[in-house]
């Protein structure tokens, strides 16, 4: 089946790509989750819309890319969370917290799309992520998870 990706999908492409999938994998998960839509001859529109979109919203050069990674890399991000008394948070970390503690100290607005956790974050103390910047760019940002 051809669909059009409208969110990047690992291993498959980014928004705005006219991918052939299995017709399964895209009706049980890619367009219930609106990672896609079906594609028509009316949906090349679409396709220039969610290219546009994403050109806006990308980072387009390495150099542009290194230069986001030296902020990532020099800031201080510390994530306030609820914890019990062992250190141990009510839930985790999501991609999103991460994102939107990487803005709140200072630093520039990252997609949680491209925070990349590893592992999942349950404790208090310090811990790494990666943010993906670019194909060949990937920062590594400490984060401080601290009790709130």
């Given at each position: 089946m051809k669909i059009i990706?409208?969110?990047?999908?690992?291993g498959l492409g980014a928004a705005g790509d006219v991918v052939?999938?299995?017709?399964?994998?895209?009706?049980?998960?890619?367009?219930?989750r609106r990672f896609a839509i079906r594609w028509t001859k009316g949906g090349e529109q679409d396709v220039a819309q969610i290219r546009r979109g994403r050109k806006i919203r990308e980072i387009a050069t390495i150099e542009q890319a290194n230069e986001v990674k030296g902020q990532?890399?020099?800031a201080?991000?510390?994530l306030a969370v609820r914890a019990g008394e062992a250190g141990r948070l009510f839930g985790s970390v999501t991609q999103a917290d991460v994102a939107s503690?990487?803005?709140a100290s200072?630093?520039?607005?990252?997609?949680?799309?491209?925070?990349?956790?590893?592992?999942?974050i349950k404790t208090l103390g310090a811990h790494q992520v990666s943010v993906r910047l670019?194909?060949?760019?990937?920062?590594k940002?400490?984060?401080?998870?601290?009790?709130?």
């Open positions: 990706l409208t969110h990047e999908v690992s052939d999938v299995k017709d399964g994998y895209a009706r049980n998960y890619l367009i219930p990532l890399e020099g201080k991000v510390r503690a990487i803005k200072g630093g520039p607005e990252v997609d949680k799309r491209r925070v990349e956790l590893g592992s999942p670019h194909a060949d760019v990937v920062a940002v400490g984060i401080e998870v601290i009790a709130a």
